[in-house]
């Protein structure tokens, strides 16, 4: 389940970045107020002369808020923990051949391919 939310958050939080940048780049800079009195056809626009850029900014607000709070669940989502990966070499039963001056362990045949081998 936490994998799912995590992905959703994800999915939302890029999104929301997406949106940020594009209303962002669709802003006027303070510069284009002086360039929009000579005639630049700003109060034709749909929102009028001025509402353009308050819904713009109100917005951007918003979506800064959400991107905000996705930040925030993203990062309680991955810091919960999780069980440590196993070693693989916990599991192996790993065992030496016997030395050559030794005896070879009980259960070991005699006839075993490790006390065949020159050294």
């Known amino acids: 389940m936490s994998n799912y939310l995590f992905s959703i958050v ?18 006027h800079g303070k510069g284009a107020d002086a360039g929009a009195a000579f005639g630049s056809g ?12 308050n819904f713009l900014s109100r917005t951007t607000g918003m979506l800064a808020a959400v991107f905000f709070l996705t930040s ?19 599991d192996a039963a790993v065992t030496a051949p016997a030395p050559a ?16 081998i020159p050294k």
């Open 42 to 53: 700003a109060s034709g626009s749909v929102f009028g002369a001025s509402g353009s850029a």
């Open 72 to 90: 925030l669940g993203l990062s309680y989502l991955s810091s919960g923990t999780t069980a440590k990966p196993a070693s693989i070499m916990q």
């Open 101 to 116: 001056g030794e005896a070879a362990p009980a259960g070991a045949a005699d006839d075993s391919k490790a006390q065949s």
């Open 10 to 27: 994800l999915t939302v939080h890029v999104l929301v970045g997406l949106g940020i940048i594009a209303l962002v780049l669709m802003q």
